[in-house]
T-cell receptor
């Protein structure tokens, strides 16, 4: 099955600490990968996307993600957490053939501790 | 419009009643998607429109759920005889093309449906 797995439904970090949110995909074809962020009572906002160009992708708000084919991973990182980063983060995958929709992970809620 | 607009933002309905949820996508976006987000779960795909047609309805959970899109623009998701398990946030998204390959989706803020 084609899907994404987000390890850890909740992650807590201290303000200023490294943020690492994990995403692994299962795919038989090269994937297109996305990270979305959802702030409370808002819709999802695109953070960054991988579309087979550079494997290290930089997004908004200082986030970046690296596509590692050997590990089938697309983990999201930020060197220094800010209080405003507290939100829910979703990894999603789309494919070159057939599918017209994104398959989302179950999300990781990030808490930033002052 | 500037973004994807959904209405109402909140809806409380009694079990057994019908509800209509509306999505107004970004002007010119040909593809429109409905997702459901239940508490503690990820996003569940419901239906996809390309123009006014729905090539993929595979995610609709039962025949109580239906959706239409008119004029290649506004879409309505209808839930008949609502049940408590229908309580969720219903999200709409649009893209300028038929596939999300080089685009993310632009999401609306969702409709929070509560069935009591």
């Amino acid at each position: 099955a084609q899907s994404v797995t987000q390890l850890g439904s909740h992650v807590s970090v201290s303000e200023g600490a490294l943020v690492l949110l994990r995403c692994n995909y299962s795919s038989s074809v090269p994937p297109y990968l996305f990270w979305y962020v959802q702030y409370p009572n808002q819709g999802l906002q695109l953070l960054l996307k991988y579309t087979s160009a550079a494997t290290l992708v930089k997004g908004i708000n200082g986030f970046e993600a690296e596509f590692k084919k050997s590990e089938t991973s697309f983990h999201l990182t930020k060197p220094s957490a800010h209080m405003s980063d507290a939100a829910e983060y979703f990894c999603a995958v789309s494919y070159q053939t057939g599918a017209n929709n994104l398959f989302f992970g179950t999300g990781t809620r990030l808490t930033v501790i002052p | 419009g500037a973004g994807v607009s959904q209405s109402p933002s909140n809806k409380v309905t009694e079990k057994g009643k019908d509800v209509e949820l509306r999505c107004d996508p970004i002007s010119g976006h040909t593809a429109l998607y409905w997702y459901r987000q239940s508490l503690g779960q990820g996003l569940e795909f419901l239906i996809y429109f390309q123009g006014n047609s729905a090539p993929d309805k595979s995610g609709l959970p039962s025949d109580r759920f239906s959706a239409e899109r008119t004029g290649g623009s506004v879409s309505t998701l209808t839930i008949q005889r609502t049940q408590q398990e229908d309580s969720a946030v219903y999200l709409c998204a649009s893209t300028p093309a038929s596939a999300a390959l080089n685009y993310g989706y632009t999401f609306g803020s969702g409709t929070r449906l509560t069935v009591v």
